[in-house]
Structure formats: C-alpha cells, structure tokens
C-alpha cells in the first residue's frame, strides 16, 4: 500500500525515542514535513540531524508549555499523540504524585494538544487525522499499571469523543493499542525475563513487537486510506486482547 503525505505537515508527541521516534522517521519517508515534540534536547538534536525535522522541545505534562509547543508548531494536518510515560508500582502503593505525573501525560496532554491542534483545524477548514498512542493496557488489568492502565482507558475514551465530536468538521480520531513493544520503555517495564515471560506467554503470535508495527498502523489510520474510520481502537498485540 503506497502511503503519501506530501503537502501535509504532521506533528509527533514524544518524538525523541522509540515508537514515536520510528512515527517521525516513516512520516517523513512518506512525504510529510514532520514536527518533532520531545523534551530532551539531544533527542531532538539528533533527530533534526537524521530527519531534517522541525524540533519543539517541551515537557506537555505542563499544560503551558504544551499550549505553546503547539503554538511554536504551527498548522497541523495530522497529529500522533504519542508521549507517554509508566511508572509501576502497586495499588496500595501508588502515590498521588506519580498518579498526576502519569495521568497528565499519557491523558491531559493528549486533551490539552489535541484540542488545541483541533481548533486550529477547525478554523482552517481543511480536516485532518489523529492518532492517539493508547495500549492493550486500556482494556486489561496488568499487575503494578493502575495508574498507566487509568491513563490509557481513559485515552481510548477521551478518542471516541474526539471522533464523536470533530467528525462533523472532517477530523478523524483513532487510537492504536500496542503490547509490549521493544523501546526504551518496553524493556525497562518488561525487560526482566520474570515479568516478560509470562506476557510473551498469552501473546498468541509469540513474540513483542517493534515500534515500526506500531508506525504501521499509525500511518496507516492517518492515511486517505483510513478516510472512512474514525472512533477505532486497533490493537497492534499479536494478539493479546483476545484472551
Ligand atoms: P519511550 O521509549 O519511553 O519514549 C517515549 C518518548 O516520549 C521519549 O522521547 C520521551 O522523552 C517522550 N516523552 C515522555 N514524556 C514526555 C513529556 N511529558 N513531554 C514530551 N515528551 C515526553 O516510550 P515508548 O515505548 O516509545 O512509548 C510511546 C507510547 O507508546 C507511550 O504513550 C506508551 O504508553 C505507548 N506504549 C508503549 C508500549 C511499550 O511496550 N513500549 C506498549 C504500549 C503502549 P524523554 O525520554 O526525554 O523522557
């Protein structure tokens, strides 16, 4: 499937690493002049050098500085929210400070970038497509994740209210629902052979999955060729969430 963005600018959330660094390179490879949003310099750095990106630096769990990311962005056609951080820990001991540091980013930035980016959308007339980064952890319960797994539900709640709302205005909003994806985070969460094999266990194709599957289908739900969906949720698990 030929998959082409020219003409269209794209902004990347938590573009620095992983699976939004692999979004980044495969939309610039399709065509689109790509913003990069990260907040590590040297990241960003690097990325300008590899891509020839435009580069915004800002920590969005800070609402502020996401308002003005967006803002330093310009107009957008199509948005990846894709910053997220897991910090683990269980229940009982889950603090409120970690709960707010998760909540803002995997969650409100995602509302507060998003709305944002739509409005200008909105103003300009001219639709676009979103693609907000949820997990598998949305809809299954997974030991020492309450606060990632309350982020991530309610991200897949917050898109279909995207999708509910901007489709009027030609806006199409999906999310993707990656497993354990071999990034920086994915090692560091499941990197353990005690924690990781168990899940590799009730992943039916067997095996993690690298950020260019997730990218896959990023691109492909932000494509022409997804024009007539909108409100999906697509696993990107081998599998998981059918058992
Ligand atoms: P990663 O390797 O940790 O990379 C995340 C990137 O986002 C980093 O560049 C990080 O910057 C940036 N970021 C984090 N918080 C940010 C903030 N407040 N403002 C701006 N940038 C921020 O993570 P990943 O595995 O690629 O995860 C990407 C997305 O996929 C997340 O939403 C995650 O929840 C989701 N996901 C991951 C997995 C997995 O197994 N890896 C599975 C399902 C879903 P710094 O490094 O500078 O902090």
Request: with cysteine; hydrophobic share 45%.
């Amino acid at each position: 499937m030929d998959i082409r963005f020219e003409g269209k600018r794209a902004l990347v959330t938590g573009a620095g690493k992983g699976i939004g660094r692999e979004i980044a390179a495969q939309l610039v490879k399709s065509g689109a002049e790509v913003v990069a949003l990260s907040r590590t310099q040297e990241d960003l750095d690097s990325l300008k050098a590899e891509l020839g990106c435009q580069t915004v630096l800002a920590d969005i769990g800070d609402a502020q500085q996401a308002l003005k990311a967006v803002e330093d962005a310009g107009p957008i056609d199509l948005l990846v929210n894709n910053a997220g951080v897991a910090i683990i820990e269980p229940f009982l001991e889950t603090s409120l400070d970690h709960w707010d540091t998760v909540l803002n980013i995997n969650l409100r930035a995602a509302f507060v970038v998003g709305q944002a980016v739509a409005k200008g959308m909105v103003a300009r007339g001219t639709g676009g497509s979103i693609v907000n980064v949820s997990s598998q952890a949305s809809q299954a319960a997974l030991p020492g994740h309450t606060a990632y797994c309350a982020s991530k539900a309610g991200l897949d709640h917050l898109t279909r209210m995207m999708a509910l709302e901007l489709g009027p205005h030609n806006i199409r909003v999906n999310a993707v629902n990656p497993t354990v994806i071999l990034t920086p985070m994915g090692e560091k969460v499941w990197g353990d052979p005690a924690k990781g094999a168990p899940m590799l266990a009730r992943i039916p194709l067997g095996r993690f999955g690298r950020p260019v599957h997730v990218a896959d289908a990023v691109l492909y739900l932000l494509s022409d060729k997804a024009d007539m969906i909108t409100g999906v949720m697509l696993p990107v698990d081998g599998g998981y969430l059918v058992g």
